[in-house]
């Protein structure tokens, strides 16, 4: 079974930015299509950005402009680069195939204080 872990989550201020990391177990990463969801409680899991396999991008409209989504296929993992971040971005953030087909990770929890 795949194995997925995010880390590089934690607490900042508003404005602030953090990079998240993704890492799968699975040899056939590099022609995976990746995203990264968020969620918060009571809240489903939302696609904030998705990568295919060959490095075409993908936003949702809040997250536009601020995050940025990479891979490195040589390493199994994919990035999201957050920044300008708010206290709105404050959720567990997961990464999965752009279709969640994978068992999911334990996430990673991001914090941004106003």
């Known amino acids: 079974q795949v194995q997925l872990v995010e880390s590089g989550g934690g607490l900042v201020q508003a404005g602030g930015s953090l990079r998240l990391s993704c890492t799968a177990s699975?040899?056939?990463?590099?022609?995976?299509?990746m995203g990264w969801y968020r969620q918060t409680p009571g809240k489903q899991r939302e696609l904030v950005a998705h990568?295919?396999?060959?490095?075409?991008?993908n936003y949702e409209d809040s997250v536009k402009g601020r995050f940025t989504i990479s891979r490195d296929n040589a390493k199994n993992t994919v990035y999201l680069q957050m920044n300008n971040l708010t206290p709105d971005d404050t959720a567990v953030y997961y990464c999965?195939?752009?279709?969640?087909?994978?068992?999911w990770g334990q996430g990673t929890q991001v914090t941004v204080s106003s």
């Open positions: 699975t040899i056939i990463f590099r022609i995976l299509p």
């Open positions: 999965n195939t752009n279709t969640g087909g994978l068992a």
């Open positions: 990568i295919t396999g060959g490095g075409n991008t």
